[in-house]
Nanobody, 124 residues
Framework: VQLQASGGGLVQAGGSLRLSCAAS????????MGWFRQAPGKEREFVAA????????YYADSVKGRFTISRNNPENTLYLQMNKLEPEDTAVYYC??????????????????WGQGTQVTVSS
C-alpha cells in the first residue's frame, strides 16, 4: 500500500489542523493505522493509532484530549484532527500502516508502510 500524507502547515498556538493520509494500491481496511511525528534532533515518536475498523483507538499521553484519529475505509483515508495545538507539537507527521492483527502498536518498527510526512509548525 502507498500512503500520502497532507494537511500540514503553519498555525498559531491554540489553533487546529486536520491531517489526511490517502492510501492507494491496497484497501485501507486491511490495516491498522498510526500517526507518528519527528521533531528536529529527536527520535520519531508515536502519536495515535486506530484499528482497521475504527472501533479502537490509542493515543500518546501528550496528545490525549487534543487530537483525534479517525478513518474512512470506503474513501481509503486516515485522518488526524489536531486541536489546541502547542509549539511542542511542531514536527513532521507521518502516517503508517500495519497489517491488522488486533493489537495497536506504539513502536514504529511494528509498522510496515509509511507515508512521506507532512510538516506541522506551531508558532507561539
Amino acid at each position: 500500500v502507498q500512503l500520502q500524507a497532507s494537511g500540514g502547515g503553519l498555525v498559531q498556538a491554540g489553533g487546529s489542523l486536520r491531517l489526511s493520509c490517502a492510501a492507494s494500491g491496497r484497501t485501507l481496511s486491511n490495516y491498522d493505522m498510526g500517526w507518528f511525528r519527528q521533531a528536529p534532533g529527536k527520535e520519531r515518536e508515536f502519536v495515535a493509532a486506530v484499528t482497521w475498523s475504527g472501533a479502537g483507538t490509542y493515543y500518546a499521553d501528550s496528545v490525549k484530549g487534543r487530537f483525534t484519529i479517525s478513518r474512512n475505509n470506503p474513501e481509503n483515508t486516515l485522518y488526524l484532527q489536531m486541536n489546541k495545538l502547542e509549539p511542542e507539537d511542531t514536527a513532521v507527521y507521518y502516517c503508517a500502516a500495519e497489517r491488522r492483527g488486533g493489537i495497536l502498536y506504539t513502536e514504529a518498527v511494528r509498522y510496515d508502510y509509511w507515508g512521506q510526512g507532512t510538516q506541522v509548525t506551531v508558532s507561539s
